[in-house]
């Protein structure tokens, strides 16, 4: 599978210059045509949403060698500790993050250091608090080695909302802090 670089500089994240421009589109036809205010409002409000949900922030973080960062938005639900039989063998600490429809949804990375591989593993999109979610939804396994040659894991699990995983990275990529991968 070759991977395809994607620039992060753009306001709106790329993947939803598509639904915008639809948004937009039907926003300037229900003017135009004169739909009413109530099919304005709706296509306003839509308008509004797709810029929201696909909105790129930048995220300035601290610049110090030892920081570790939360990488994406959201809430800390759980930490355990877990032994993984599936990708890493070997005991991990787990974070489980949930974002809510409005956060952002990038992964950035965590610290500073490379990006040795990712890779996707294909799969639904059952809700987060669903028992099944955890062994059937769309994740991506990403592997990292920090500036100290730490190694960390990170593995991200897609939600409800039907979205494949991407990333801008590809393996062996130099990643800064707060960096989207």
Request: with cysteine; hydrophobic share 45%; proline share 2%.
């Amino acid at each position: 599978m070759r991977a395809t670089i994607i620039t992060t500089t753009e306001p709106i994240a790329r993947e939803g210059f598509w639904y915008v421009g639809i948004a937009f589109t039907l926003l300037i036809l229900s003017f135009y045509y004169d739909f009413g205010l109530v099919s304005k409002l709706f296509y306003c409000a839509l308008f509004i949403f797709s810029i929201a949900f696909f909105r790129n922030p930048e995220r300035i973080a601290d610049s110090d060698e030892d920081v570790i960062i939360a990488p994406c938005d959201g809430r800390v639900i759980s930490i355990d500790k877990e032994f993984d039989t599936k990708f890493f063998n070997d005991e991990a600490i787990v974070i489980v993050i949930r974002n809510k429809v409005l956060d952002t949804h990038f992964i950035r990375s965590a610290f500073r250091g490379v990006l040795k591989k990712y890779f996707i593993e294909r799969g639904n999109f059952l809700s987060i608090s669903s028992d099944k979610a955890h062994l059937l939804n769309e994740r991506a396994v990403l592997e990292f080695e920090s500036h100290d040659k730490n190694k960390a894991f990170f593995s991200i699990m897609s939600g409800s909302m039907p979205s494949h995983l991407s990333f801008y990275k590809t393996n062996d990529s130099k990643v800064r802090i707060c960096e989207r991968l």
